[in-house]
């Protein structure tokens, strides 16, 4: 039998010729794959008792094994304790999202004041804007990237209107160049400076949902810090899928789901990152009881005195049932280590676009990937485009057992997650594509 190296990120970085494209090649790769271990914990839908393709991993990660069993030990807590679980539960609820600190600030790069759990994601993004849109003159603008997320459009297109400001003026969206879907790094750096002393914030995704592309934080923050604004980002594409480094960055502002690459489960507790240099500043924040001083919240007194540090953009106390799972999904992210877990997905990624191309050049498929194909501007999903037929694509590869994803106008989302997605899984999509594109193998 032949062996199979397990191809180093550099292989398929440089991406280049598959090394081999068989089943056996794939499940060597497997075998040698350190993160390997992680599949098992994680539950799998499956179609006649076999496990389906999930790529679906950037909508909604999957169920892990041991999330039940910790809900049912809140539960239980709950039933025998009632309020006093507040202080006696296990993991008392009144400190609840402090158990969580430490490994949420090792995914997004943060220190521990910087972070917290807390609420949802737009409901964050809303919070923080409160904070950082501050508009001055005729400094008002914000820039967002291409294609935005609809519900980020609509957090800052509200946040404008409550400043009596006209959202159409004031948002400005960044186009790509003509014939091209993706954005340059040095066309949104001209732009910050172009828009210079009118922009307050600048809002992009750390990537984008619809293309995958990850943008360069580190020099949209420099720039936008040039011109005398503000850098905010919408991680919920970018966390537990690329490592981060919020703090070293210098961004002012962040918010993250951790319901995707997370794993937490539907509308899980969503994330916030405040940089240190703005805890201790006097900004406007809309306040909520739990963001008030620990030490003194229990006094109910009248006036508000924030927690020094993220914690005091709280406002309501701990989802708890929901919170659980995403212990016990953190706890698997901080073993498995998001430097390991990257390296595994440059891996994974490359694979398929290797797979994809190698489909294009023999069959002439016509298949197009959208995301950029170098692995810095992007994490781990890539966006198809099947010209004229990517519906159809799209549905065939549903009824076969492939969970990807559709969206408007024309895109197939494609989420090989190094968590719990295996070469295996890579290699069999392929076989499947080509079905679905009428070619024999
Ligand atoms: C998934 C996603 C959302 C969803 O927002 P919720 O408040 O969690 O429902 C918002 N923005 C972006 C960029 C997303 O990818």
């Keep these: 039998m032949a062996v199979h190296a397990f191809p180093g990120a550099a292989t398929f970085a440089a991406h280049m010729i598959l ?31 076999t496990p389906i393709i999930y790529f679906t991993g950037n909508s909604l990660g999957l169920q892990p094994r041991d999330a039940g069993a910790a809900v049912e030990r809140e539960m239980e807590d709950w039933a025998r304790f009632g309020v006093e679980g507040h202080f006696h539960a296990r993991h008392p609820w009144f400190s609840y999202h402090e158990r969580f600190t430490a490994g949420e600030a090792s995914i997004v790069g943060a220190r521990l004041e910087e972070v917290v759990l807390m609420n949802q994601l737009t409901s964050n993004l809303h919070f923080l804007l409160v904070s950082f849109y501050r508009t001055k003159g005729k400094r008002v603008k914000i820039l967002t990237e291409h294609r935005p997320f609809p519900s980020d ?23 790509p160049r003509e014939g091209e879907q993706t954005l340059r790094t040095e066309d949104i750096l001209a732009k910050i400076g172009e828009l210079g002393d009118e922009l307050a914030l600048v809002l992009f995704g750390g990537v984008n949902y619809y293309t995958g592309q990850a943008f360069h934080m580190e020099a949209i923050t420099a720039k936008a810090h040039a011109v005398g604004a503000v850098a905010g980002f919408d991680l919920a594409h970018a966390a537990g899928n690329m490592p981060l480094r919020l703090h070293d960055w210098e961004v002012d502002f962040a918010c993250w789901c951790t319901y995707k ?75 498995a280590g998001m430097e390991r877990l990257r390296a595994k997905s440059i891996q994974l990624t490359g694979y398929m676009e290797a797979i994809i191309n190698g489909i294009n050049d023999k069959h002439l498929a016509g298949l197009q990937i959208i995301t950029p194909s170098d692995p810095d501007q992007r994490g781990c999903q890539l966006s198809m485009v099947v010209p004229g037929k990517g519906k159809t ?24 997650v190094p968590m719990y997605n295996s070469f295996e899984d890579v290699f069999r999509f392929g076989q499947v594509l080509k079905e679905c594109l009428g070619i024999g193998s």
């Design 19 to 49: 090394p081999a494209n068989t089943l056996e090649s794939a499940r060597q790769w497997d075998a040698q794959d350190p993160l390997n271990g992680f599949r098992e914990q994680f539950l799998i839908p499956t179609v006649k008792q």
């Design 153 to 175: 459009v609509y957090a800052m297109a509200s946040q404008i209107a409550f400043h009596g400001l006209d959202p159409k003026a004031c948002m400005v969206e960044m186009q």
């Design 261 to 335: 690459y997370l794993n937490s489960g539907p509308g899980s507790v969503g994330g916030a990152f405040i940089h240190e240099r703005h805890l201790k500043a006097d900004l406007p924040r809309f306040a909520g009881w739990w963001g008030h001083d620990k030490k003194t919240r229990f006094q109910m007194g009248p006036e508000f005195k924030p927690t020094p540090t993220a914690e005091g953009w709280q406002v309501s106390n701990a989802p708890v049932l929901n919170m659980v799972v995403h212990g016990i999904a953190l706890a698997q992210f901080v073993q």
């Design 393 to 416: 694509v799209y549905n065939r590869l549903t009824e076969r057992a492939v969970s990807v994803d559709w969206r408007e106008p024309n895109v197939i989302r494609m989420a090989p």
